[in-house]
């Protein structure tokens, strides 16, 4: 039985849409695998991992047959991208094999059952619904991804917190050591929800969005979150726990501030970054009046010093920081001048962009 016949490149797009969270070691081996059901000329694809699925869709089915089958995802995409950019690809379906065909090259793969494929359920109820740009949402998670969590034993610190409250969309991430907050406004106004996305799903997310105007459609439920846009359907179970109370965290009221070049302060201390060691990334800053100085020393006892001049009459404040948290945030930055605000030696210090209330960066001291 025919399922698909089109160009190479056509096919490829939804695979490389659903491939990316396809693990190759699962407990349950026929997740490796993509769900593909045809109706008509109308084929989906659908890919998960328990906690995450995608679907996307194409209209590329030939003959009317509605059919379903699963197979293993890298593979098909492997062959895909071997083949040459110009040629036609054709899949079948015959006696449990998916046979793929193109020009002189013809493959054989192994199926497995549909029926068997576990697909994440739909929740009934969605609290609420939010429209947003694409790039908009995919600005808000790239301006702060970089701060959530890794394998971190308190869980929910493992993804990225999402607030919808009035008519703004808020993200935070935090990892302990740093704090990443960033705000949109839409038009429509809401009832204030929190809900943590995982990880996995908004790296993926980073991935899938574009920097379109086209809308994407946020529906947010108790257990999960569903992101439609374009062509493709992503579900996302939640990371259950409570997120720490960013508002507390987020200093008020500092006195000492002073705004410089974020090209500049990043040159400086990747330079700087050059003499820590893997082990200890400790930079300080001493900031007096007029003068900001990066230095760092390694255990060879080498050491480097930058000097920055910087407009400031504050009071003299020296502070040492993990040289990886700043670079994070000046490199994910697109703004030519940032703010800093500092307390004492021991408190927290605060990155903003000038004339902008709708992101901020909090970095935890360091003793050095």
Do not use: W
């Not at 109308?42 to 906690?51: A, G, H, N, R």
């Amino acid at each position: 039985m025919q399922l698909v016949k089109t160009h190479r490149d056509t096919l490829l797009r939804p695979l490389q849409i659903v491939s990316g969270i396809v693990e190759r070691r699962h407990t349950l081996p026929i997740l490796a695998n993509i769900l593909i059901r045809k109706d008509g000329e109308k084929v989906s694809f659908l890919s998960t991992d328990i906690e995450v699925q995608i679907t996307t869709h194409a209209e590329i089915g030939s003959g009317g047959d509605v059919t379903a089958t699963t197979v293993a995802a890298r593979k098909l995409l492997d062959i895909l991208r071997a083949l040459p950019d110009d040629n036609d690809v054709t899949l079948k379906l015959d006696n449990k094999k998916m046979s793929v065909q193109s020009g002189k090259s013809r493959f054989s793969l192994q199926t497995l059952a549909a029926e068997e494929f576990p697909t994440v359920a739909q929740a009934e109820h969605f609290n609420a619904s939010v429209s947003l740009p694409q790039k908009a949402l995919k600005h808000l998670f790239n301006m702060v991804h970089f701060s959530m969590a890794q394998q971190d034993i308190r869980y929910y610190l493992n993804g990225l917190l999402l607030v919808v409250d009035g008519k703004n969309v808020i993200a935070v991430a935090t990892d302990g050591h740093r704090l990443a907050y960033a705000q949109v406004q839409v038009e429509q106004e809401f009832a204030r929800q929190e809900v943590i996305i995982p990880r996995k799903t908004i790296l993926e997310l980073q991935r899938l969005l574009e920097d379109k105007d086209d809308n994407v459609q946020l529906d947010i439920a108790n257990n999960q979150v569903k992101l439609t846009f374009a062509d493709i359907e992503l579900i996302s179970k939640l990371v259950e726990g409570k997120f720490p109370d960013f508002n507390r965290v987020i200093p008020k009221g500092y006195k000492n501030n002073f705004t410089l070049s974020r090209e500049k302060l990043l040159r400086s201390l990747q330079r700087v970054a050059i003499m820590t060691s893997d082990k200890f990334k400790g930079v300080r800053c001493v900031i007096e009046p007029g003068l900001m100085r990066i230095l760092s020393t390694n255990a060879d006892q080498e050491e480097a010093v930058e000097e920055i001049e910087i407009d400031y009459g504050g009071d003299s404040v020296d502070i040492g920081f993990n040289v990886t948290y700043l670079l994070d945030v000046l490199n994910n930055l697109k703004v030519d001048q940032i703010n800093i605000a500092l307390g004492d030696s021991n408190s927290s210090a605060l990155i903003t962009i000038p004339d902008n209330g709708d992101f901020k960066y909090v970095v935890m001291p360091m003793r050095i």
